[in-house]
């Protein structure tokens, strides 16, 4: 259970943290329709995504993948990335370190 609030981040999507530390930081991002899209952004933090559920369709740099259920993936610091949701689902992000600007 997790005491933050669910945070609208855009079109049919929300961004809620789990649970945080200063070295590390576990956000739940939900898609509630396809089309709905994570915004192309860069960060100093290093990112970690697993796909809990659904299907998206990742920029990473210069290059995009389809993931699905049960894929992972790490973004290094600074690199542009962003998805679009193909089928309705949860990526779950954890970052190093945390995101204050989540907080």
């Excluded at 789990?18 to 089309?35: I, K, Q, T, Y």
């Excluded at 809990?52 to 993931?67: A, D, I, Y």
């Amino acid at each position: 259970m997790t005491d933050f609030p669910v945070i609208p981040t855009g079109e049919d999507v929300t961004r809620q943290v789990l649970s945080d530390h200063p070295d590390l930081m576990v956000v739940v991002f939900r898609f509630a329709s396809a089309g709905a899209e994570g915004a192309l952004h860069n960060h100093p933090h290093v990112q970690s995504t697993y796909v809990e559920s659904g299907r998206f369709r990742f920029t990473l740099g210069e290059r995009q993948q389809e993931v699905g259920p049960g894929d992972s993936f790490v973004v290094p610091s600074e690199m542009t990335h962003g998805c679009v949701c193909l089928e309705p689902g949860t990526l779950v992000d954890c970052f190093t370190p945390r995101r204050d600007d989540f907080l």
